[in-house]
């Protein structure tokens, strides 16, 4: 399936966006929603648009350019949106994108991305091994590689590197304890526990969905770690600083979650999500193609 991505000019920039605009959140697929939910506890004024590309998920199996391409547009789809913010939750497109964002968009649209929180599992584990599970993709970049060279070769600490593409599907599907995905996270994470390694770091937006399957597992063999709460502060710091934080609590829209599906399949999505989101925070699922004809039909 073609993914439906409205293009505009790059030279048309937006107004500057006011306080009360929503935060903007994207993701290949609906684990991006682990971020989302994080960041509507942290700032509870907030709403949130949310751009989940079902119809390219996952990225982790493509290609370096392609990533690129699919996040630019992506991320100019939320600042046409209006949204004062953009939060690449997606540690593989955040790998290869978020200096070209930032250069592209400067000051006026602010962009967070992510790294696997790699650093504190490295500063805190005990056995000197830590498992990161993310991507090929991931894996590929500069970011976690810096990271790695920082903190972890100086503390003497080894990073055993785990990679799966079977698992995003699961939680996509909403099959997170199924068999299936039980079996298959045996089969990936036993080599971490052969080795000792006493933290697993979660370096997909996708995984944190997957900790109670984890556990269900491997019991407490691992400290579990994601970068989940990081970048909710690190979103709080970037509006503070822009005078961009919605004080003001808005009692209709109160951690409210637009998620808009370029795959346009809110119907078979809709129960994953009733599972994933917490019931005290409203949102809704609308297919990207919904809100297009929506668009045209004003004009």
């Known amino acids: 399936m073609k993914a439906i991505h409205p293009i505009y000019p790059l030279n048309d920039p937006m107004p500057k966006a006011a306080a009360d605009a929503p935060i903007g959140i994207f993701d290949s697929g609906i684990g991006g ?3 989302a939910i994080e960041i509507a ?4 004024n907030e709403r949130i648009v949310y751009f989940a590309d079902t119809a390219n998920v996952p990225y982790g199996p493509r290609d370096n350019q392609n990533i690129r391409e699919l996040t630019a547009h ?13 939060v690449v939750a997606c540690n593989t497109a955040s790998a290869f994108s978020l200096d070209y964002l930032r250069e592209h968009y400067g000051e006026s649209f602010p962009i967070v991305g992510l790294v696997p929180a790699l650093k504190p599992a490295v500063l805190q584990s005990k056995t000197k091994t830590v498992a990161v599970l993310a991507t090929p993709a ?25 990679t799966c593409l079977d698992l995003v599907p699961f939680v996509e599907a909403g099959e997170q304890m199924s068999s299936a995905c039980l079996q298959k996270l045996h089969e990936v994470l036993a080599p971490a526990v052969a080795q000792n390694a006493d933290y697993l770091v979660l370096g997909c937006t996708h995984y944190p ?9 491997f019991g407490d063999q691992f400290t579990l770690i994601d970068s989940g709460q990081a970048v909710a502060r690190q979103t709080s710091r970037i509006l503070i600083k822009n005078e961009l934080l919605l004080e003001k609590e808005q009692a209709s829209e109160k951690m409210r979650i637009q998620c808009y599906l370029s795959g346009n399949n809110a119907k078979d999505l809709t129960p994953v999500l009733e599972r994933m989101i917490p019931e005290d925070i ?4 609308i297919n990207l193609s919904d809100q297009l004809k929506l668009n045209k039909a004003c004009f």
Not at 74 to 86: H, M, N, S, V
Not at 282 to 285: E, T
């Open 41 to 44: 506890r942290y700032l509870p």
């Open 138 to 162: 991931t894996f590929r970049g500069r970011l976690i590689l810096d990271v790695m060279e920082r903190f972890a070769v100086p503390s003497n600490v080894n990073v055993l590197s785990i």
């Open 282 to 285: 409203s949102w809704q699922v």
């Open 209 to 217: 969905f997957l900790k109670t399957a984890i556990k269900a597992v």
């Open 74 to 86: 992506a991320i100019e789809w939320l600042y046409r949106q209006g949204c004062k913010i953009a």
């Open 33 to 35: 929603l682990s971020i």
